[in-house]
């Protein structure tokens, strides 16, 4: 089995609130998300945010995700897409995550004017339910069509036979387009680890707070993930 890559996912207001043994705290990681909406100010706050957590030595996912997916900010008209602008003015991410559905039109801006060599991931997500394999193959598919490089589902489950489903399809939709799949809530904590086995290609943990329901800490995912894929 293929180990999934381990995200670190942060979420702070601004570089002064970043921990000060962060690159410790990331090391087990494969990358480091930074929350955009979590960020406090203006554009500048979140370059000078994306800086330092890039000198700590793991590439960059950036996701200035929208209120209506989880997000934690209420963005004003082409606020995201000038703050990304502004990022990659002086940063490269490795990857920007951007909602399919709930942010189509930055999407597709995304995939036209993101740096070349940066991966697009078209996401969505949903906190209330599983809405179905039928439903995530429709999204995957337009994903792809929008010209985004992986798709990922974070859908909350009820049981495990809806996190079965989740990952029997996730097994079955890897094999012709990249995907993240995890799901989220209490019963299914278990698929951030699993799923990387039926073919998601990342699992997010957080280094202090969790930035979405069930995360697990990367000092409590990493180890589990070393044990469980060879």
Same mark, same amino acid.
């Given at each position: 089995?293929?180990?999934?890559?381990?995200?670190?996912?942060?979420?702070?207001?601004?570089?002064?609130?970043?921990?000060?043994?962060?690159?410790? +705290?990331?090391?087990?990681?494969?990358?480091?998300?930074?929350?955009?909406?979590?960020?406090?100010?203006?554009?500048?706050?979140?370059?000078?945010?994306?800086?330092?957590?890039?000198?700590? #030595?793991?590439?960059?996912?950036?996701?200035?995700?929208?209120? #209506?997916?989880?997000?934690?900010?209420?963005?004003?008209?082409?606020?995201?897409?000038?703050?990304?602008?502004?990022?990659?003015?002086?940063?490269?991410?490795?990857?920007?995550?951007?909602?399919?559905?709930?942010?189509? +039109?930055?999407?597709?801006?995304?995939?036209?004017?993101?740096?070349?060599?940066?991966?697009?991931?078209?996401?969505?997500?949903?906190?209330?339910? /599983?809405?179905?394999?039928?439903?995530?193959?429709?999204?995957?598919?337009?994903?792809?069509?929008?010209?985004?490089?992986?798709?990922?589902?974070?859908?909350?489950?009820?049981?495990?036979?809806?996190?079965?489903?989740?990952?029997?399809?996730?097994?079955?939709?890897?094999?012709? /387009?990249?995907?993240?799949?995890?799901?989220? #809530?209490?019963?299914?904590?278990?698929? +951030?680890?699993?799923?990387?086995? /039926?073919?998601?290609?990342?699992?997010?943990?957080?280094?202090?707070?969790?930035?979405?329901? #069930?995360?697990?800490?990367?000092?409590?995912?990493?180890?589990?993930?070393?044990? /469980?894929?060879?």
């Amino acid at each position: 089995m293929s180990r999934p890559s381990l995200i670190a996912s942060l979420a702070y207001p601004n570089a002064a609130a970043l921990p000060s043994d962060g690159t410790a +705290r990331v090391a087990p990681a494969d990358m480091v998300e930074v929350r955009l909406d979590a960020v406090e100010g203006e554009a500048d706050t979140a370059v000078a945010l994306c800086r330092e957590v890039a000198g700590w #030595g793991r590439p960059l996912l950036v996701t200035p995700r929208s209120p #209506g997916e989880g997000g934690m900010r209420q963005w004003q008209a082409g606020e995201r897409s000038a703050l990304l602008d502004a990022l990659w003015a002086e940063i490269a991410p490795a990857a920007v995550d951007v909602e399919l559905r709930d942010s189509p +039109r930055l999407l597709e801006w995304t995939v036209a004017n993101g740096p070349a060599g940066t991966e697009v991931i078209a996401s969505f997500h949903d906190f209330e339910g /599983f809405p179905g394999v039928g439903w995530l193959e429709v999204l995957a598919l337009e994903a792809q069509a929008k010209g985004a490089d992986r798709f990922k589902a974070a859908v909350r489950v009820a049981d495990p036979g809806e996190m079965a489903d989740l990952a029997c399809w996730t097994r079955s939709r890897s094999r012709s /387009f990249p995907l993240i799949t995890m799901a989220v #809530g209490a019963a299914g904590s278990l698929s +951030r680890l699993m799923n990387g086995a /039926f073919g998601s290609g990342a699992c997010y943990a957080h280094i202090e707070e969790a930035t979405a329901p #069930g995360q697990l800490s990367v000092a409590e995912l990493a180890p589990l993930l070393e044990r /469980f894929y060879v």
